[in-house]
C-alpha cells in the first residue's frame, strides 16, 4: 500500500521555467512533510520540509505549498536552472519518526 | 563535522550468497536507518536502530537483518541473496528523538547480484 503518492515520475523543464511536483498522502496523523533531493551517485539531502500549520514555506526558489484539508503537497521550483537537474522525493512522516517516501521525481532541466 | 559514511561503495555477489554492509552515522546520533532504493520501487524503509534496539522495521523478509553498536555504527546482513536484492542500500542517520527533524544520509552501497 503506497502512502505517500508523487506525481510526475519524471519533468522536463526549460532553464527559467517553473517545476512542479505533487504528492497526496493518506494517514492523517503525519506532521512533517520533507522534500528531498537526490543528485546521481549521492545520497538524498533535506531540501525543504513543511509542517501542517502552515500552508506555504518558501526558501530561495523552493516553495512547498500544503494543502491539509486535501492531504496534498507540493513543492514549486522558480525559476529553474540545470543545476537543479535531480531526483526529488517527497516525504510523509509520523510518530514513528520513519519517513514514508513518494516513488520520487526525476527533474531534468534544460539549459 | 563528517558526515554518514557507508562501505564498501561499490560490490558484486552472486546468488545465494550474503553481504553485510557498514554505516557510520554523524557523531552524536543515535538512530540508524537502513533504505533500499530501486528505480522501480523508490526508497523502501528496511529497519531503524536506536541505541543498540531495533525500533522500526519494514516489510522485508528475514534474509534481511541489521544491528547496531554501542558506538552508534550499524550493519545490515542480506542472506541467501537473489537477482531482486539489487539495489542501492541506503543509511541514514538522525537524532532519533524529540521533535521529528533531519534525515541525514550516506551515498549508499550499490550491491549487484548475478
Given at each position: 500500500?503506497?502512502?505517500?503518492?508523487?506525481?510526475p515520475q519524471s519533468l522536463i523543464v526549460q532553464k527559467g521555467g517553473i517545476s512542479i511536483i505533487n504528492c497526496a498522502y493518506e494517514n492523517?496523523?503525519?506532521?512533517y512533510f520533507p522534500w528531498y533531493q537526490q543528485f546521481p551517485g549521492k545520497g538524498p539531502a533535506l531540501?525543504?520540509?513543511?509542517?501542517?500549520?502552515v500552508s506555504e514555506k518558501k526558501e530561495g526558489r523552493f516553495t512547498i505549498s500544503f494543502n491539509k484539508s486535501a492531504k496534498q503537497f507540493s513543492l514549486h521550483?522558480?525559476?529553474s536552472q540545470p543545476g537543479d537537474s535531480a531526483t526529488y522525493f517527497c516525504a510523509a512522516v509520523g510518530g514513528s519518526y520513519i519517513p514514508t517516501f513518494g516513488r520520487g521525481t526525476s527533474l531534468i532541466v534544460h539549459p | 563535522k563528517a558526515g554518514v559514511t557507508q562501505t564498501p561503495r561499490y560490490l558484486i555477489k552472486t546468488r545465494g550468497q550474503q553481504v553485510t554492509l557498514s554505516c557510520s552515522p554523524i557523531s552524536g546520533h543515535r538512530s540508524v536507518s537502513w533504505y533500499q532504493q530501486t528505480p522501480g520501487q523508490g526508497l523502501q524503509f528496511l529497519?531503524?536502530?536506536?541505541?543498540?534496539?531495533?525500533?522500526?522495521?519494514?516489510n522485508f523478509p528475514g534474509r534481511f537483518s541489521g544491528r547496531q553498536f554501542s558506538n552508534s555504527r550499524s550493519e545490515m546482513n542480506v542472506s541467501t541473496l537473489e537477482l531482486g536484492d539489487s539495489a542501492l542500500y541506503l543509511c541514514a542517520s538522525?537524532?532519533?528523538t524529540g521533535v521529528t527533524g533531519e534525515l541525514f544520509f550516506g551515498e549508499g552501497s550499490r550491491l549487484t547480484v548475478l
Open positions: 500500500q503506497q502512502q505517500v503518492k508523487q506525481s492523517t496523523a503525519f506532521d531540501l525543504i520540509a513543511i509542517r501542517p500549520d521550483i522558480m525559476d | 529497519f531503524e536502530y536506536f541505541s543498540e534496539t531495533q525500533r522500526n522495521k519494514g538522525s537524532f532519533g
